[in-house]
């Protein structure tokens, strides 16, 4: 008789986006005269750039050729790829990755939820709170985080990381010492920073303790102040514990055509294994490679037409997160991020909890937003607003709420 | 510390594919004015039909433009493409299997592998001998084979159904009960199949039993012969106890653009629980999706244009098989397969052994081929030929194995 795995059933009921969606239909159902603005999921708005295009016709037409066709991709991803990714996003930077040390994927989401499975079941985790569900929930399927407590909405075998306004919203050094660090700079949902020194000390941390950062830089393109780290790499010592994910949905509009990648330096080993080796294996046996025509997308993106394009449209995002974070302060809301991420961190007023203040926020603004409280406790009494809206809904949602 | 995930250890050495590779460059390297014929891998080489490409072309297009943008797909597929493959490979074949029993997803490798997952670590897996490596890797890396015999070349904890000569290919039902059947008809390395009254049998073993069925049908398309069943929910009492895979690499030359999807139909349930729901939530929180181009070409092959092209493809691999299976019979060798499936799979000759053979025709013919013995300890003494090469190529091939 069929089992199954039983910590599936230990997750929450409603996933955070779920809850969302339920919500706002069941308000835009009996409200079909009012036009919601939705500024919740992280989702972008601009179409894909001219040059990302014309390089997915191109490559379309080589699929349709039999002198060009591609059949499997290598499951690591193309050379072409890798190489480009080595030498711009790394190389330049001063990071010395090679090409084959990064594995290209299907994107961030599935990487982050996916690369627990090369530890062992008995690592100890630590976290942000508020953080991205998709850690903690790939963690509780994998029977790493304990039982539930419903009264503190925390997992009892979870290293919790509070990030609250005393703190800046950067963690401090966990009391307990994990196994397993999940970083996300700058941060989902705060879109809070760290300056390379302070990155600096996870690294010896982790050095220090035997542990492995798993550093999510999805959102590294919207850094606009010096000192802070585009990657871990920068840090002395991060080749022998960061592994670095990366996506192409944010920086260039990616969502719906699925492209990231994922950093292992062969230089990580943990009980003389290269955990290269086990990611190496693990694409080999459970996936098999993008799409040909995403990664000549991706490479797209690092062309000279490809980056100026893609650095217009978040400069565009960007427009946006200065017009929320001004028009909220302007309205005496206390409000951070913003300024090297694409999320605002507002705090909610008049004591209000943070689904109070969505709910209110929905009837009375007609705007969406996610509820802090879907990121974890310390998320409670805060709320999360994207830039990644169109700018003329963004300006009339931040008028709407100023007349709240 | 960190621990690493110590089944990944477990593994065997050298993935089948990887070996082959490596031993052809060799003989290339050596060899560089032979032409060598690649008949290994399962790699399709006819370029995508042109109702694929407009309907990429039309997908990308809508991608650039502000209006069309796609952002994240839903998790679980489009709606337009569910809704096709719910009606044209299931209810047109009078299986009631609905649109929202379908999960799309970016191929049958990435299922295969993930789909073990739901099910709790103590399930005994059962499958064919020989068998594609995906069902057996993805176990061990889940630590449920138990330890390696070098000798036999078997799991300790695995149940394994040798297909022979003997039984024609076909797996019997097994001594020990397993929780978990993996099958796969056509079958993948033997190209054999099963009639409707046979796999009705093993559907009616696993409603017995409480097992779960995990039904292969990547080859579905290859089927020439009437009562070879397409889809195991043909058979009466298949939705209370199995799962469905499906890709379009084989069928429609995917293996480079990347789709498939499974089926879990909502009365499959086990401890009380719908399975259909597990698989909702692996698939939300740990894959974002297909991409909507890739979805929108999905759609396309089941466009009247889009039939008649892949039709003709598959018949054109067909025709390679037929050549294959004739030329080696008229030649003396003992062949079965190639029917109803692109594979075909040969004894061989002279008592050698699966790799010396391979070695044999590399040197002698210079054709690759699959060692039956990567496929498993029944698969020593054959080998398997497949049929996706180019149809001239074929012909050399064989040609010059007929002089051999």
Redesign the interface.
Known sequence: ??????N??K?RGS?LF?EIGRRVNTFAAEHPDKKVIRLG?G??????A?A??KA??EA??E????E??????PDLGYEFLRKTISEQDYKARGCQIEADEIFVS??A??DS??IQ???????RIAVCDPVYP?YV??NV?AGRTGSFDEEKGLWSDVIYMPCTAQNGFAPELPAKTP??IYLCFPNNPTGAVVTKAVLQEWVDYANK????IIYDAAYEAYISEDNIPHSIYECEGARECAIELHSFSKNA?F????LGYTVIPKDLK??G?M?HS?WA??H???????????QRAGEAVYSEEGKKQVTAQVAAYMKNASYILDGLKAAGYTVSGGVNAPYIWMKTPDGMDSWEFFDHLLKTANVVGTPGAGFGPSGEGYFRLTAFGKYEDTVEAIERIKRM
């Open positions: 008789m069929v089992t199954v795995n039983e599936y059933l997750l996933y779920s999921i989702d972008v708005t601009q179409p894909l001219p990302i295009i997915l016709h379309v037409d699929m349709g050729a039999a060009t066709f591609r059949g499997y991709a299907d994107g989401k599935s939820g996916n499975e090369i530890f062992g079941a008995d690592n998709v929930d790939t399927m196994d397993l303790n035997g542990a492995v509009g969502t719906g055509l699925r943990r009980q294994v955990l086990l294996r693990r080999g046996t459970k996936y098999n490679g993008a799409p040909y025509i995403v």
